[in-house]
């Protein structure tokens, strides 16, 4: 397991930005999956952006794809969550999740992640 803790949640309009950081302590291997979930009160958690290093590729939920950009600094150990056009149904606790040495394709199924952050709040006003 690693140790992840997420940072940059906050308070804005509908119509602005946050970048959420999540710092990444310990070790993922070359072929790990990475990620953003968000958990609104009385819902499930659910994906919003991945990366599967394994396969090279990256993945969105349909309600956040060309809004939200996912991204990793490696030398920072930090990965990103880039948000764009927010609005109210955006609001949620944003968690940053890792599954390290996974080597089969990566999904947005929280009992694949073995590795969770502490969550950071964000909230937007219509």
């Known amino acids: 397991q690693v140790h992840l803790v997420e940072s940059g949640g906050g308070s804005v309009q509908s119509g602005g930005s946050l970048r959420l950081s999540c710092t990444v302590s310990g070790y993922l291997g070359s072929s790990y999956c990475i990620g953003w979930f968000r958990q609104a009160p009385g819902q499930d958690r659910e994906g919003v952006a991945l990366i599967d290093s394994t396969y090279g590729r990256y993945e969105y939920s349909d309600s956040v794809k060309s809004r939200f950009t996912i991204s990793q600094d490696n030398i920072k150990n930090t990965l990103y969550l880039e948000m764009n056009s927010l609005n109210p149904e955006d609001s949620a606790m944003y968690y940053c999740?890792?599954?390290?040495?996974?080597?089969?394709?990566?999904?947005?199924?929280?009992?694949?992640?073995?590795?969770w952050g502490q969550g950071t709040q964000v909230t937007v006003s219509s």
């Open positions: 999740a890792a599954r390290a040495s996974w080597t089969t394709r990566c999904a947005f199924l929280t009992n694949l992640y073995n590795s």
